[in-house]
Nanobody
Framework: QVQVVESGGGLVQAGGSLRLSCAAS????????MGWFRQAPGKEREFVAAISKSGGGTYYADSVKGRFTISRDNPKNTVYLQMNSLKPEDTAVYSC????????????WGQGTQVTVSS
């Protein structure tokens, strides 16, 4: 089992950058594939990015491809989401999640961190 806690959200102007962090507890972090999701007010939660347990594979939603980068540091039990060229439509609560299966069956979720992009 793993617990995850997100941090790094905030208010930023359009075109700016933020780096989100997701710290995981437990000694088996490297066994989990990780993903970032977001949910804007009145909308369903959507996939943003994912990274394989080794870090060798990364996957992105079309809406963030080329602007966001997901990475992980297994010795530090942390996954990151570097967000550049932010747009007002990126405003959402961002959550990270862990899964034993790549790109599906995310069982462990954090509480989320708010990202607000002003125009």
């Amino acid at each position: 089992q793993v617990q995850v806690v997100e941090s790094g959200g905030g208010l930023v102007q359009a075109g700016g950058s933020l780096r989100l962090s997701c710290a995981a507890s437990g000694r088996t972090f490297s066994s989990y594939h990780m993903g970032w999701f977001r949910q804007a007010p009145g909308k369903e939660r959507e996939f943003v990015a994912a990274i394989s347990k080794s870090g060798g594979g990364t996957y992105y939603a079309d809406s963030v491809k080329g602007r966001f980068t997901i990475s992980r540091d297994n010795p530090k039990n942390t996954v990151y989401l570097q967000m550049n060229s932010l747009k007002p439509e990126d405003t959402a609560v961002y959550s990270c999640a862990a899964s034993l299966f790549l790109l599906r069956a995310y069982d462990y979720w954090g509480q989320g961190t708010q990202v607000t992009v002003s125009s």
